[in-house]
């Protein structure tokens, strides 16, 4: 006892400390836990201090992406110098369509009214009666309708202008037009919200990308790169009624969100319903949101089966996207789209193999196990789809089959080469791969890619090494909870290679594919993965020289889109417009080029018969029996299609006799692959109907462009 004494004493004494002081030792503590709180309170307002840092950052490059987009726009068309009716004619094609739906909901009565117009349409696809908001997603119409009549209502309650009006002199013989800017006017609350939408996804792109890395630098890398290569990732700038203008941004933050669910440790179902928002609020904008969530649900599933997370993550995760896909089936009115997606049935068969994990885990040969549930996911998955699109006889999405059908073999059909004829559903272009080559977009993500491959396969063996002389360990690994580090980026390596697939095959895809590779580029940012390069100064050193490298293309690119200048015009259409406003009447029914379409309904509100949303089956033979104007079928067969209609007057367009995109795809030849009768008449009927269009039509109207025919009875 005396030793253990004087060895106390020996060790307060080293201490600076003698034991005839130890009662005067409390207060001296007292300053040191001080400094230690003080220490703790400092690093938590370091912390708030970048997040508020982060926030600000974020909200700037919002504002200016959406001032980038917003200006493009503007010197693209002059639209702030176009009057009311070019605005409208500049909504081409679909773009039209969607706007059209808006524009009956704010110039009804009320707001109920317009919804119910909506609800039971007879205009579009006339004389048939639709619900257009649950065949064309048109809920981004509904919010803006609301906003709109809400920000009119209230300006007006306080007697504020809402717009600006004056008169432009348009020249060259041209009659003036009433312009008029700023949010009272329909077409600018439209876009400009749009507009908005789309810079808050780059903000969350900054975000996104800081969060995957671990570092600012990589939510910088992130927009750079996005802007460095603009013109790839996005076209909101030239078509924003789209609908990928209203549901990309939020695919980007349900990925941010699963990106979150699958690297925290252990979560809950809560996790599930911030996923299941983004996921309806994806889904309710876009009927391809389907094809994109199939891919993630893919990806994270391959997560699942490589070890990284376990069964419980994995149904957080289906959790939120099947509770976002259920509640988007009931929003839509049971679309039927939707319930024979190659999505739905995924989800149904993953969620299956799930639920067996502990009947699988019995093989307990792992290659086995992998084979088993992707064996099970191929024939799942095409077997519900089978099953269900069979049980309810639904065939609206046969024509997507058909176009992959068609780009793998030389199956093709009338459908298919409408699709495959027009360059956003043709393969990437060439110069594609070239361009975000010169950018070194390519070659960052190429580094990025080889270094994770190589770190998650050295983590694999460095776990094996440990794990091989103790088998038994693996055996007694909580399998519901298991989790391996890194899962969401072997998550993002999955979704980059579905993307790139997207991409490849039909070029519109790429919206996808490109964005993802700037959020890749993140990656070059974490210390964890790239700090082999050095220490942090070393390290973000390289990474500026690189931004470097990039911009030097990247800003020839963006000084390219901020050269091009133009000003909207189309009087040959305008000249078609005002005089089917003026010569017939109000209930007079049109056929024509669906493009076409879309305008006359938007800026006449006459009954049309078809439309450039192709998406249903029933709508597809509409097109067809129109497009007999421009097949090589006797004038006679033409007028009964019509006739059967219930058409009055058919719009003949020039360009659509005439075109010929690449060989086979003239309008002549694409009737060709299937009317083999008429295959040897040399002269098309738009070119007959064009010189002579008696004794079944009459020609009432012509200009340099189109041609409009009154169907004789």
């Given at each position: 006892?005396?030793a ?5 004493q ?38 708030v ?58 110039e ?6 317009g919804?119910y117009?909506?609800?039971n ?64 006017e329909p077409s ?13 996804m780059?903000?969350m ?22 802007f ?25 933050g ?13 979560p ?17 904008p ?26 419980r ?46 009947v ?37 999405d ?22 495959t ?49 103790e ?27 579905a ?49 470097a ?26 000249e ?7 010569n ?57 299609n ?41 002269t ?13 039509f ?12 009154k169907?004789?009875?």
């Amino acid at each position: 006892m005396a030793a253990k004494r004087r060895q106390m004493q020996s060790s307060d004494a080293s201490n600076g400390k003698s034991s005839a002081n130890k009662g005067n030792s409390r207060p001296k503590f007292i300053p040191k836990n001080k400094s230690k709180d003080d220490e703790y309170s400092k690093k938590n307002a370091n912390t708030v201090l970048y997040k508020i840092f982060l926030v600000a950052m974020a909200i700037l490059i919002g504002f200016t992406h959406r001032n980038h987009i917003a200006n493009m726009f503007e010197r693209d068309r002059h639209f702030s110098h176009l009057s009311t009716l070019e605005r409208e004619l500049a909504f081409r094609t679909e773009m039209g369509l969607y706007y059209s739906y808006y524009k009956t909901m704010i110039e009804s009565p009320t707001f109920i009214d317009g919804l119910y117009q909506i609800m039971n349409d007879n205009i579009t696809e006339y004389p048939l009666t639709i619900n257009t908001l649950k065949r064309f997603n048109l809920y981004p119409e509904v919010a803006l309708a609301i906003g709109y009549r809400a920000y009119e209502g209230i300006n007006a309650a306080l007697k504020r202008p809402t717009k600006m009006c004056w008169r432009v002199n348009r020249g060259e013989g041209l009659s003036p037009v009433q312009s008029c800017e700023g949010l009272g006017e329909p077409s600018y609350f439209y876009v400009e919200h749009v507009f908005i939408l789309n810079g808050i996804m780059m903000s969350m792109f900054f975000l996104f990308g800081t969060y995957l890395s671990g570092s600012m630098f990589g939510g910088i890398l992130t927009v750079a790169s996005f802007f460095f290569n603009h013109g790839e990732a996005t076209r909101v700038q030239w078509t924003p009624p789209l609908r990928e203008s209203f549901a990309y941004p939020f695919i980007v933050g349900q990925m941010f969100l699963v990106t979150h669910l699958l690297r925290t440790p252990i979560p809950t179902f809560r996790h599930s319903l911030p996923i299941a928002i983004a996921t309806i609020l994806f889904m309710l904008p876009w009927q391809f949101a389907q094809f994109a969530l199939l891919t993630e649900m893919i990806a994270v599933f391959a997560t699942y089966v490589l070890g990284y997370i376990g069964s419980r993550k994995m149904k957080v995760f289906l959790l939120g996207i099947g509770g976002g896909f259920v509640i988007s089936y009931i929003l839509l009115f049971g679309n039927k789209m939707l319930l024979t997606s190659f999505f739905f049935s995924g989800l149904l068969t993953i969620t299956g193999i799930v639920l067996i994990e502990p009947v699988l885990e019995t093989l307990r040969i792992r290659p086995l196990i992998w084979i088993s549930q992707g064996a099970m996911l191929g024939v799942g998955t095409v077997g519900f789809k089978f099953v269900i699109a069979k049980l309810f006889n639904i065939e609206d999405d046969a024509h997507i089959g058909d176009i992959f059908r068609s780009k793998f073999s030389d199956f093709k059909n009338f459908h298919t080469m409408l699709y495959t004829c027009a360059a956003e559903f043709d393969f990437m272009e060439a110069e594609t791969p070239g361009r975000i080559l010169k950018t070194m977009l390519a070659p960052a993500v190429l580094v990025v890619l080889v270094t994770v491959t190589y770190f998650l396969l050295k983590s694999e063996y460095t776990s094996w090494l440990n794990t091989s002389d103790e088998p038994e360990q693996i055996l007694n690994t909580d399998i519901p909870n298991r989790s391996k580090p890194n899962a969401e980026i072997v998550y993002h390596l999955f979704q980059l290679i579905a993307f790139t697939l997207m991409a490849v095959i039909i070029m519109r895809l790429k919206l996808f594919w490109t964005p993802h590779l700037c959020l890749m580029t993140s990656l070059l940012a974490s210390r964890q993965i790239f700090g082999w390069l050095g220490n942090r100064e070393k390290h973000y050193a390289i990474l500026t020289v690189l931004l470097a490298c990039m911009s030097y293309q990247g800003i020839a690119n963006l000084q390219h889109q901020w050269s091009i200048l133009g000003e909207f015009s189309n009087m040959p259409l305008e000249e078609l417009v005002e005089w089917t406003k003026a010569n017939t009447p109000k209930n007079a029914v049109f056929a024509g080029p669906m493009p076409t379409m879309a305008t006359v309904k938007l800026c006449t509100g006459r009954p049309i018969v078809n439309h450039p949303h192709y998406e249903d089956a029933g709508l597809r033979e509409r097109t067809k029996k129109v497009y007999t104007m421009y097949s090589r079928k006797p004038l006679s067969e033409i007028k009964k299609n019509l006739q059967a209609l219930q058409a009055d007057y058919a719009i003949l367009e020039d360009s659509w006799c005439v075109r010929r995109s690449r060989q086979g795809c003239s309008m002549a030849e694409i009737w060709d692959i299937e009317d083999e009768e008429n295959r040897g008449e040399t002269t098309p009927a738009c070119t007959k109907l064009k010189e002579s269009p008696g004794p079944y039509f009459k020609t009432v109207f012509k200009n340099n462009v189109y041609q409009v025919l009154k169907v004789l009875k």
